[in-house]
């Protein structure tokens, strides 16, 4: 199934996809979507059942045919969205070829984290601050939704963890981030710079998350276009890795990396202005746009 959230009077409801574009509320089945998650699988087939009498002419009542406005599918999430650096090679070389550097790749995944008040909606704002940021940066990244609680998890079991998979787009100030140590958290956790959406896919709708094709367009000139089958560390390598020592809980984002053709490795550098709209486009999720604002 495709699960979002929307506004509606102010309040977030919790939908689900049917097959002609209309959306069903699935909200007095489910709560929102952090309650549904932590719901497990019998929460989730309870949806089931009601999106299948749905598509079967049932619950009309529940069924919303108009124009609605997306939040994020998890629109505050309870922790800090944990995120993976440097796990595409394309992108690991470019990033080296820009800073004339000669890292390569790492033995273990790099982790950091971007906070909830960075999250932002889709068709919402990617938030510029040219005091603080002259060098704003995108990345499309696969984010896997944790569904099932678990500390050291094997790597074997991983996949058991996974209630689904969105888009993440990890904006990043590039110098705020060079500027503190090299250290992720400061210039990826700015105020608007993790947008998420438009939906969390299910695992069962996705056969093989890592041969998805993902890309990312900037006013319409295609920048990243990638697959997933790319990525140096895999879902089941992350979330064995992550885990070690450290609980996972459901409704926990991980945001996988991205693929090369970032901004800061462009001759000249090609940085995100005010006006600029940024979509990104995963196989199987749909696409994510937004706009960028400076304030």
Known sequence: MRLATISVGGNAICVAYLSDGSMLDISQAAGTMQSLIEGGTPALDAVRKLWAEAEDG????????????????????LKNVFCVGRNYAEHIAEGDRAQNQKVGATEHPV????????????????????????????????????????????????????????????????????????????????DGSCP?????????????????????KVNG?????????DMIFDIPTLIASLSEGLTLEPGDLIATGTPSGVGYAMDPPQFLKDGDTVVCEIEGIGTLSNTVRSV
Not at 71 to 77: M, V
Not at 155 to 164: L, R
Not at 196 to 216: C, F, K, M, R, Y
Not at 221 to 229: A, H, I, L
């Open 58 to 77: 049932q619950h009309a009542d529940k069924t919303i045919r108009n124009a609605v406005t997306l939040l994020a599918p998890i629109p505050k999430p």
């Open 111 to 190: 982790f950091f984290t971007k906070p909830p008040t960075s999250v932002v909606p889709p068709d919402g704002d990617v938030l510029i601050f040219p005091d603080v940021s002259t060098s704003i940066d995108y990345e499309v990244e696969l984010a896997v939704v944790i569904g099932k609680a678990g500390r050291n998890i094997a790597k074997a079991d991983a996949m058991d963890h996974v209630f689904g998979y969105t888009i993440l787009n990890d904006v990043t100030a590039r110098d705020v981030q060079r500027r503190h140590g090299g250290q992720y958290f400061k210039g990826k956790g700015l």
């Open 196 to 216: 998420i959406g438009p939906a969390i896919v299910t695992a069962d709708e996705i056969s093989d998350p890592q041969a998805l094709s993902i890309g990312l």
């Open 221 to 229: 000139d295609q920048r990243q276009d990638g697959n997933t089958k």
